[in-house]
């Protein structure tokens, strides 16, 4: 079973530069994530799509960051324009399904590292 | 959304079993308690899950007393390929949130 793809790995850009990131989830996870960890944190949750629908994206700086997931499957999300701080490796997860249960296991990407300079 | 406590680190030996305790006392009665483990350079990956009591699989064993407001990771007899950042996350739904999680180093 294919697990979650992520593209670029690697990203440089200068600031005040757009990026964007691509995320394939496995095949049939209805849910699926967006996560930025900074070096020596553990990740922390941007966004959460059920099928196109967000679930949750109070974590999300939508003055800069926006995420789509057109037709419940792929998703982008994107920086305009970028800042220092936001350099990090940006995760993307999916799940079967909502909810605390087996179904709700995440599946996490190798994610794309990003510098700011 | 129950807070979660780890220790940042901890240090092991090859063959040794390690357990890795997480407070979360404000765990409501819906909350599950997943481990992740993280590699450098790797998302985080499932480890296990557990609502009370104990589970095991074939990696790690989950202990979780009858208050619930702790639980124990287990990872019987370590190698140095079990070095990681090990997360505990409590919740239920879709709130779940990673803390800063548990650095096991593991030494021959």
């Known amino acids: 079973e294919a697990g979650v793809a992520q593209s670029p790995r690697y990203k440089i850009i200068e600031k005040r530069q757009s990026v964007a990131f691509w995320c394939n989830p496995i095949s049939g996870h209805a849910t699926l994530y967006w996560y930025q960890q900074i070096l020596g944190q553990g990740p922390k949750l941007l966004i959460q799509?059920?099928?196109?629908?967000?679930?949750?994206d109070s974590q999300l700086p939508k003055d800069r960051f926006s995420a789509e997931r057109l037709k419940g499957v792929d998703s982008t999300l994107k920086i305009q324009p970028a800042k220092l701080e936001d350099s990090a490796v940006y995760l993307c997860?999916?799940?079967?399904?909502?909810?605390?249960?087996?179904?709700?296991?995440?599946?996490f990407g190798a994610g794309t590292r990003l510098s700011v300079l | 959304l129950a807070k979660t406590t780890q220790p940042i680190s901890m240090d092991s030996y090859e063959g040794q079993e390690v357990n890795i305790t997480c407070s979360h006392n404000?765990?409501?009665?819906?909350?599950?308690i997943t481990w992740y483990q993280q590699f450098p350079s790797q998302g985080p990956r499932f480890i296990i899950q557990g609502y009370k009591t104990k589970v095991t699989n074939e990696v790690a064993s989950l202990f979780i007393p009858a208050d619930r407001k702790s639980s124990t990771l287990s990872l019987p007899r370590v190698s140095l390929s079990d070095t990681a950042v090990y997360y505990c996350l409590v919740g239920s739904d879709y709130k779940l949130s990673f803390g800063a999680g548990t650095t096991v180093t593991v030494r021959a």
């Open positions: 799509f059920q099928n196109n629908g967000v679930v949750d």
């Open positions: 997860a999916s799940s079967l399904a909502l909810g605390v249960t087996e179904s709700s296991i995440q599946y």
């Open positions: 404000n765990i409501a009665t819906n909350d599950y």
